[in-house]
């Protein structure tokens, strides 16, 4: 059975997922790069990005847990890179490189039109407007059976939350404070929308929460 999924979404100790003011060259916005610092320590995140060594301990877990059994992506544009309006062209195609991480379809939610985008490694970014129940409906026909992970930004994860279509979400805390940005859960009720926390796990990088729907 197929499950909308949550993973590795990091938020600072005063509750924000992203900084303000996302560039090129600051793709989390103002700060925003101090959040994943659990993740970058892991051995999962050195192979990605073809490096030696990393920490094989809980964060290393909880990060190749978060690419188990999943058969499509959902994400913002945002997460999708710094490009607003329309599409000047085909050039910008991601922060990843030739070879992004995911290998399953991604479908990368915008009101502007774009053809598809086929890269190495299975990667497909499909470019799809609509409420966030078509889009998963789309995602979750992709997936063939496996789960579907929603990816950031912020906007992304409120919306698919808002909706109670998430059925898992693990969020890492990190032991930074932003002052800024974008803040996940500002305004959200999680309890009355039917989620509790299932279980926490300190590390020296971060808070590990698993939130699930009730």
Avoid at 4 to 10: C, H, P, S
Wanted: aromatic letters at 8%.
């Amino acid at each position: 059975m197929t499950r909308v999924r949550v993973d590795g979404f990091t938020i600072s100790l005063d509750g924000f997922g992203a900084g303000p003011g996302q560039t090129l060259e600051e793709p989390m916005g103002g700060r925003g790069g101090l959040l994943h610092g659990w993740l970058r320590g892991t051995k999962t995140f050195h192979d990605m990005v073809g490096a030696e060594g990393g920490s094989t301990g809980a964060d290393n877990d909880f990060a190749i847990k978060g690419f188990e059994n999943v058969g499509a992506w959902i994400m913002g544009r945002n997460m999708f890179g710094p490009v607003r309006g329309d599409w000047p062209d085909d050039e910008w195609k991601g922060w990843w490189g030739p070879n992004p991480p995911y290998h399953v379809p991604i479908f990368v939610l915008t009101h502007y039109p774009r053809e598809p985008l086929v890269m190495e490694g299975d990667n497909v970014f499909h470019f799809v407007s609509g409420d966030v129940r078509t889009v998963l409906e789309q995602a979750v026909a992709a997936a063939n059976g496996k789960d579907v992970r929603i990816g950031g930004g912020v906007s992304t994860v409120r919306a698919f939350l808002e909706a109670g279509l998430i059925d898992e979400m693990h969020l890492a805390v990190s032991p930074v404070l932003l002052g800024s940005g974008e803040a996940l859960l500002a305004g959200l009720d999680l309890a009355t929308l039917g989620y509790e926390v299932a279980s926490h796990t300190a590390t020296d990088a971060a808070t590990h929460v698993i939130v699930r729907k009730t």
